[in-house]
């Protein structure tokens, strides 16, 4: 198992920037891949980014050009940079966690974009 907590979500103009962490109470070496998703009201959850272990990235296409996807292994920590944030991007983010083939996920952090 494994507990996340994400953080860094907030309210922020059209335009801004925020980075949104999602901290691991495991190692991330345990960790197969690491993903944003969000939820924005009355709409399904949606994939935003995802990591590897390796160290490789993937973006929906929403996210590619302003999102960057990271991790510090020593903090256990991953990250999610927005720039350029547009009112659309206003939902509940949630980190999630694979672990040999089992998903965890976090609470979620609201992202609020005001245009």
């Known amino acids: 198992q494994v507990q996340l907590v994400e953080s860094g979500g907030g309210l922020v103009q059209s335009g801004g920037s925020l980075r949104l962490s999602c901290t691991s109470s495991r190692s991330l070496d345990d960790i197969g891949a690491m993903a944003w998703h969000r939820q924005a009201p009355g709409k399904q959850r949606e994939f935003v980014a995802l990591i590897t272990r390796s160290a490789n990235t993937n973006y929906a296409d929403s996210a590619k050009g302003r999102f960057t996807i990271s991790t510090d292994n020593v903090k256990n920590t991953m990250y999610l940079q927005m720039n350029s944030l547009k009112p659309e991007d206003t939902a509940i983010y949630y980190c999630?966690?694979?672990?040999?083939?089992?998903?965890?996920w976090g609470q979620g952090t609201q992202v609020t974009v005001s245009s």
């Open positions: 999630n966690a694979v672990i040999l083939g089992s998903v965890y």
